[in-house]
């Protein structure tokens, strides 16, 4: 059957006569005594006699809206409305000739959707967006929102009333559904049809119903449905939370009295971000936030980093610190991991760094981690229960203090973190001589490469970030390069970056 928009042909006094009378809305029709399809109907009937209608009356602000939603109220459907089609280019904005009303924070078809939907229902899907579905949409207390990444399962079969969205595939469309018969979706839209741009039709959508469903597959098209229009078969399940978490990475660029705070989140689906941060302080139980970015982000991974000599000021040598990422994401917070290190330097009152947890040459080894599933851990004292204050990837050098080995756990420092780590997982080698020492990485542009000889010339075997600490063996030394290890990676790096400790 071959669709299109119905047009009826009324003389021209007739129609000037539908055009300036009112038609009158009462309450009882706006609250539903009219089945969805009967006030389509009515409002497709208008259209008819209206002749070409477009939804660009150029009625942008919230006042203007406001304007829409009285008249809506009074059944004045051509207010808001001109005869002649939109001739803006480019993109859908004043600047470039556009003159389409606003409705809802959407132009076009989408603000006239929601038009149509306030039309309808009342009430409009808030959280309906140009690309997705906005944070707080579960406290619509008149819309369900129908979304393959919300978790609420396939797409519904779409019924009259339906607000539905496609995008990021070619085009991007907003209308509400009229029918749905076979493979072919009918609705009722601004921007679309056979009129022009900004012409109101009732037609057929340019895109199946295959087609969409496939689009909502890929989280590239939604439905919004009245909550007057769903019956218990039609509710969805519970959208399962998102698997959210926050981690507290090892510090880089540490020196006497700076350091830069390292960490990253990650989320099984995208969720709106609105603070991230780090909490700093001389004790665990004494940090406060030193470093707040407010921001407005939609997304499922970030990488987050701070340096205190911006949002800090600067550190005191030889002392250790405590430091923590946070983010905020909806109403809640979510932490990493407590984490320590020690910048580098002394003290005041001569307090040293070997004091606060770093190793002296006395009873220096060192040892590889293996067998882990990734990482080990290093924690406040010689047992799984105590605190987790870092972590040491497989296949890394830490430093280990024999002296203070207690039953099945080393003393170990790495990357300026000092703390218990189960012997279980650590390859230690035998003590060594004055000419092993560690290394702490500083001055670079971010990372110090290991090469296979002494010189840029020398190919790269890896890098050793800024801040990190390595295995010094200066008994291989040549000239101004080192011979370091670092993740199990042994080469000459340039001894001018390179800081001895010990």
């Known amino acids: ?53 477009y939804w660009n009356a150029n009625l942008r602000s919230k006042k203007d809206q406001q304007k829409l939603k009285d008249a809506v109220d009074r059944g004045d459907f051509s207010y808001g409305l001109t005869g002649n089609a939109c001739t803006y280019t480019g993109t859908h904005d004043n600047a470039h000739g556009c003159t389409s009303n606003v409705f809802g924070g959407g132009a076009q078809c989408h603000g006239f959707a929601k038009y149509f939907a306030y039309y309808l229902f009342g009430s409009y899907p808030t959280k309906a967006s140009g690309t997705g579905i906005t944070a707080g949409y579960k406290d619509d207390s008149n819309w369900t929102y129908y979304k393959k990444s919300l978790g609420t399962g396939e797409c519904p079969e779409l019924q009259p009333g339906d607000f539905i969205r496609y995008y990021n595939v070619g085009a991007s469309h907003s209308a509400i559904v009229y029918s749905v018969s076979g493979n072919t979706i009918t609705v009722i839209q601004g921007n679309g049809g056979n009129i022009g741009k900004c012409g109101i039709t009732k037609y057929a959508l340019s895109k199946t119903y295959s087609q969409f469903k496939s689009y909502y597959d890929s989280n590239n098209a939604y439905v919004c449905r009245n909550n007057s229009m769903i019956t218990d078969d039609d509710t969805p399940e519970p959208p399962t939370a998102p698997e959210i978490n926050v981690y507290t990475d090892a ?33 665990p139980d004494s940090m406060t936030r030193v470093a707040t970015d407010y921001v407005d982000y939609n997304k499922s991974k970030l990488t987050m980093f701070y340096r205190t000599g911006k949002y800090y000021g600067a550190l005191t040598p030889g002392t250790t610190y405590y430091y923590q990422q946070y983010m905020v ?132 075997l890896g890098r050793i970030p800024e801040g990190a600490t390595c295995t010094v063996d200066l008994s291989r030394t040549s000239g101004s390069w080192y011979w370091v290890t670092y993740n199990g990676v042994s080469g000459y790096a340039s001894g001018k970056y390179i800081e001895l400790q010990g």
């Not at 689906?269 to 004790?283: C, D, P």
Request: with cysteine; proline share 3%.
């Open 1 to 53: 059957m071959k669709t299109g928009k119905i047009r009826v042909f009324v003389s021209a006094a007739l129609a000037l006569a539908v055009i300036f009378t009112l038609i009158p809305l009462s309450q009882a029709d706006a609250a539903g005594d009219k089945t969805v399809t009967e006030k389509m109907d009515k409002y497709v009937s208008f259209l008819d006699s209206y002749g070409n209608a």
């Open 329 to 460: 994401i909806g109403d809640d917070e979510y932490q990493g991991d407590i984490l320590s290190f020690t910048t580098l330097g002394t003290a005041p009152g001569g307090r040293t760094d070997t004091d606060s947890g770093s190793i002296g040459n006395d009873d220096l080894s060192y040892g590889v981690i293996h067998g882990t599933a990734g990482n080990l851990s290093i924690r406040s004292g010689p047992g799984t229960s105590y605190e987790k204050l870092g972590r040491i990837p497989e296949g890394a050098t830490c430093a280990v203090d024999l002296s203070r080995t207690s039953g099945s756990w080393y003393w170990v420092t790495y990357n300026g973190v000092s703390g218990y780590a189960s012997k279980n997982y650590i390859t230690v080698s035998q003590p060594q001589d004055e000419n092993i020492r560690r290394g702490v990485i500083h001055g670079t542009a971010g990372n110090l490469s290991i090469r296979s000889g002494p010189g840029t010339s020398y190919e790269k």
């Open 251 to 283: 510090v880089t660029e540490l020196t006497e009295t700076g350091v830069r705070l390292n960490g990253h989140f990650t989320a099984s689906e995208k969720v709106h971000i609105t603070e991230h941060g780090a909490y700093l302080g001389t004790s």
